[in-house]
Structures are given as structure tokens and as C-alpha cells.
């Protein structure tokens, strides 16, 4: 028999969360969708009492999440060029925004737990979960998984340090480096970038992007004039942010969707995040027509 609609509702109250969940664990929106999906139907099909639903679907969506994040580490391995986390735009809601502390730079240091230390970090440390339902979850005495949250807090503690950037002034930044990199300004971005920047792009092998990471400013430098020499400009679509940063989505020369999350410090840009995979983009291109400004 399928559940009666109050559990229907509690169900859709909690999907915002752990679809934020998944996406944390996996990187990526549709494989996150897929998760949240399977947890639906197994809570559908559950005839048992459910005293406490948080805690039963964060288990459910914690375990298959796990399960699908060692296939993914072995696509991983033989991923064309940078691999970079589907872009997540920020949203309205203020539900849907939480956990918005994880940026970018954070997910990627995320890549270098093991599945279970990356599990206890979210679901503890991020996303507030107790400690024993955490070892529930994972099938863990509450003592072990106190030190994979703690061995995984070590690992990403210089990731993790957030450098405070007011609202108005990054998106100011941002906006001038759009207008630079699209006309190929040197002064400006020698302003712009710090002397340690990192260039990210993600292109999976589907179109053109440089396939190694880009540090320092010289080198960014040549890379983002001599592709606005040789290309021209792009076509901004959006101004937004993503994952926590600011940014942009915009449109190339051939008319490809990309998103470009920027990381701030001091003023300054330090890192620049790229995803141009359409794969990545599906979730975006749907409603980026009516997106322009």
C-alpha cells in the first residue's frame, strides 16, 4: 500500500536536504537526483513505522550514495583533463541553500577522503547530524566515526577557511573580471588576479577546454588574453553564484553554456572554476534562455 499523503509531505519537506546531501557526497546533480529518487520509492514501498523520517532517509541516502561513489571513483580515474563538480546555482530558498559554506575548493578537497571520512564530515560537521545516528548511517561504532570526522576535518581544515568577502564587493569583481577576460583587458586583470591564482576548466573530453591546471598569475594571464585574442568574447547569460562563490554562467564563441565560479581574497582573484561538460550543464541549459540579463 503506498503511503498516505502526511508521509508524502514529509518526504517533499526533506527532499531540498537531501538533495543537497547527495550532491555533496557525489559531486553531481543528476546522480544526486537518481539517490533522492531511489530513497523515494524505498520510502514508498516501506510499510513499517517510521518514528523518526530525517534519520531513516539520511541512512538510505547516505548508503546509496556510498554505493555509487565507488563506481564514480573509478570514472574519475579516467576522466579527461580536470574533473570538477557539477555547478550548483544558488537559489532562492533559504532551504535550498543550505550547507552553502561548501564551496568549490572545498569539494575538491573532499575528493581526497575515503568515501566513509567524507560521509562523517557531511553529515556531522556540515550538516549537523548527531553523532550516533551518523554511526547508525554508517554502519559504525559512534567512537570510530568520531575519528574519520575528526581525520577528515585535518585534512581539509586549510580548504575549509572561508575568506569573507561582502556580497555587493564580490560581485563587483567578478563583474570586472568578466568584462576583462571578455575583452582581453592585461591591465585590468594584472589588477584583478593574485600572484598564486589557480585556473581550473572542466570540458570532460566533450569540448574544448585546457585540460591541466593553470597557477600563477603569468600564466593565467597568457591563457585568458590569448583566448579572448584568438576566440573573442562570449555572451554573459547570468550573474549568479555557485556553490558558495560568485560567478557567471555565459555562452562562447560556438554558443556553449559554461559556468565560471570565482574564488576571492583580500580583493583579489585566487581561483577560477570552469565547468564546460554539457553533461554538467543539463540542469542549467534547460532554463538558461530565460536567464539573460
Not at 503511503?3 to 509531505?9: A, G, Y
Not at 581574497?265 to 581561483?271: D, E, P, Q, T
Request: with cysteine.
Amino acid at each position: 500500500m503506498p503511503r498516505p499523503d502526511r508521509d508524502t509531505h514529509a518526504f517533499e519537506a526533506l527532499r531540498p536536504r537531501l538533495q543537497r546531501l547527495a550532491y555533496r557526497m557525489l559531486g553531481s546533480v543528476s546522480e544526486a537526483e537518481d539517490v533522492v529518487q531511489d530513497a523515494w520509492l524505498r520510502w514508498s514501498a516501506s510499510t513499517a513505522a517510521i518514528a523518526e523520517p530525517a534519520a531513516w532517509l539520511h541512512r538510505v541516502v547516505t548508503r546509496l550514495c556510498l554505493d555509487r561513489m565507488k563506481s564514480a571513483r573509478a570514472r574519475r580515474e579516467t576522466y579527461f583533463g580536470s574533473w570538477l563538480p557539477d555547478p550548483l546555482i544558488e537559489a532562492a530558498s533559504p532551504e535550498d541553500t543550505l550547507a552553502s559554506d561548501v564551496t568549490y575548493s572545498l569539494m575538491l578537497a573532499l575528493e581526497r577522503l575515503s568515501p566513509l571520512e567524507r560521509a562523517a564530515f557531511l553529515l556531522h560537521d556540515v550538516f549537523g547530524v548527531p553523532l550516533t545516528e551518523v554511526a547508525e548511517s554508517l554502519e559504525r561504532k559512534p567512537a570510530a566515526v568520531r575519528q574519520l570526522a575528526s581525520r577528515a576535518r585535518k585534512r581539509v581544515q586549510v580548504s575549509q577557511k572561508r575568506h569573507a568577502v561582502e556580497r555587493t564587493e564580490a560581485e563587483r569583481i567578478v563583474t570586472a573580471f568578466f568584462t576583462a577576460v571578455q575583452e582581453g583587458d592585461t591591465a585590468t586583470l594584472s589588477t584583478l588576479l593574485a600572484e598564486d591564482v589557480m585556473l581550473q576548466a572542466d570540458g570532460g573530453g566533450k569540448v574544448i577546454a585546457f585540460p591541466n591546471t593553470i597557477r600563477g598569475a603569468g600564466r593565467a594571464l597568457r591563457l585568458l588574453t590569448g583566448i579572448a585574442r584568438k576566440f573573442g568574447g562570449g555572451e554573459l547569460v547570468q550573474r549568479t553564484w555557485i556553490d558558495g562563490l560568485p560567478g557567471f554562467i555565459s555562452r562562447d564563441y560556438d554558443g556553449n553554456l559554461q559556468t565560471t565560479a570565482v574564488d576571492l581574497r583580500g580583493g583579489k582573484v585566487v581561483a577560477v572554476y570552469i565547468v564546460r561538460n554539457p553533461d554538467k550543464l543539463r540542469h542549467i541549459a534547460a532554463g538558461s534562455d530565460t536567464a539573460r540579463t
